[in-house]
């Protein structure tokens, strides 16, 4: 989080990395998550009268590898590790529709045994005692030394809330693009946010959409857009805003939120960008309807399976940034699977919630990706793409957490998701935008947990 020292972050990313090595295997029966070192381990679900118990669970369905998790790795793993449990998964969505779901089962007396955790919602499930602090039950089993840096896992108040993969931290938005469109085009990879504009009036020239990304209720703005563009200005001002320690009066916040003007108004972005939903957004992209498409690296697994696709890290826009020195990472304590402190079976809960973190790390890793929770499954040689990924990210010195997930209260997160997508459709300028998020920063009650 904002709070955890930079050190922490540098020492996670470091212990993730030797987890990192590559050997080759394969997902089958005898190396499923029913091995005897499961989370599950003999005990859960055991009743003494050998009834079924009912364990409800809202997962996270944002995108496809959410859904490869689920129909790949959750599913036909969860009855042979549960047996004497009945479980009922709901698709939770993501972003505003799970924190809404969320906050409606919470305020009806009607919370999932177990849920997906988001910092965007997790101030009200705290404050009304809805949400069960892990910490001991994980120690207890030993869970929680299977993860590289356990102390990662740590909120604010020292107590652990939210299990994951330990794959968030490598997520960070990058610009994909395709090669043999930029080839057409004549438009060579862009280092400056100048270059990026001057792309943009080639790629519009060939009557090429030059950019793409997901704008329907702010997504791109809100996650990570704002903070790159005030990112490639002046990195420290960015450091400072996620801190506290500025707000959005500073000048160099105030010309972030200009560079989204100036693409939007620029034509770098599809028209009814501000309306593009996820799925259709990487439609886009894939489809090869877009040249360009700025994205989390959560989907570079995906898209390396297109040999056309490559990356560049987002141009600068001063000579204060360094894409080499400087960049955002995805992730807070608080993503990842939670237990409700009302459900009526906890330690069953807890190793349902245990069990659904190794199957996304078992995920990610069989797509070559790092995580910090140790699963004790192979691991496959990284795609060519990953690997130039791993050799960018890793030896950056100055990791930037997420404002998004580390920075804002519910309701300062919903103004921020508002104002961007206002942003997008080019006839909000960039004092209006900055002078509604002030007034949200002001009342902003993050900082005062």
Not at 72 to 100: H, L, Q, R, S, T
Not at 208 to 219: F, L, N, Q, R, Y
Not at 297 to 306: F, G, H, M, R, S
Not at 384 to 406: C, E, R, V
Request: hydrophobic share 40%; charged share 20%; aromatic share 10%.
């Amino acid at each position: 989080m904002s709070k955890k020292t930079k050190m922490l972050s540098v020492l996670l990313l470091s212990a993730m990395l030797v987890s990192v090595t590559a050997c080759s295997s394969s997902k089958d029966d005898t190396q499923s998550s029913g091995q005897s070192d499961s989370p599950a381990g003999q005990t859960a679900g055991n009743k003494d009268n050998g009834e079924k118990i009912k364990l409800r669970v809202v997962t996270i369905t944002t995108d496809e590898n959410r859904n490869n998790i689920m129909e790949k790795y959750i599913k036909p793993n969860v009855a042979k590790e549960f047996p004497n449990v009945e479980i009922e998964f709901e698709p939770g969505g993501g972003g505003e529709d799970m924190a809404n779901k969320l906050k409606t089962y919470n305020a009806s007396g009607d919370m999932p045994d177990v849920f997906w955790d988001d910092a965007g919602f997790f101030i009200p499930l705290k404050s009304t005692g809805s949400i069960l602090d892990l910490t001991s039950y994980i120690t207890k089993d030993g869970f929680l030394n299977k993860y590289d840096v356990p102390d990662a896992l740590k909120h604010v108040d020292g107590k652990i809330y939210s299990l994951s993969s330990g794959s968030d931290t490598y997520f960070t938005p990058v610009i994909f693009y395709h090669k043999d469109m930029f080839e057409q085009a004549g438009v060579q990879v862009p280092k400056t946010f100048d270059e990026l504009l001057d792309a943009t009036k080639k790629l519009t020239s060939k009557d090429i959409v030059p950019a793409v990304t997901p704008g329907k209720d702010g997504w791109g703005p809100q996650l990570y857009m704002l903070q790159q563009m005030i990112q490639i200005g002046d990195p420290q001002a960015m450091q400072d805003l996620v801190a506290n320690k500025t707000d959005f009066n500073n000048p160099s916040v105030k010309a972030g939120v200009d560079r989204i003007v100036q693409l939007v108004k620029a034509g770098f972005f599809p028209k009814g960008i501000a309306n593009l939903d996820y799925g259709p957004a990487m439609e886009m992209f894939t489809s090869k309807k877009a040249a360009m498409l700025m994205m989390f690296t959560w989907e570079l697994p995906n898209l390396a399976k297109d040999d056309t696709v490559d990356f560049f890290p987002f141009p600068s826009a001063s000579d204060k940034y360094d894409p080499t020195k400087y960049v955002q990472f995805w992730g807070s304590p608080l993503n990842g699977y939670a237990v409700s402190a009302k459900t009526k079976h906890p330690d069953e809960a807890v190793k349902l919630a245990e069990f659904l973190a190794t199957m996304d790390a078992e995920y990610f890793q069989s797509n070559g990706a790092p995580v910090s929770l140790k699963t004790g499954a192979n691991l496959p040689e990284p795609s060519p793409l990953m690997k130039k990924f791993i050799d960018w990210y890793n030896p950056i010195p100055t990791k930037i957490p997420s404002l998004a997930l580390n920075s804002l209260d519910a309701k300062t997160s919903a103004e921020l998701a508002t104002q961007g997508a206002n942003l997008l459709t080019g006839e909000y300028a960039a004092d209006q935008f900055a002078a509604a998020l002030q007034k949200a920063w002001s009342e902003n009650t993050w900082f005062k947990q």
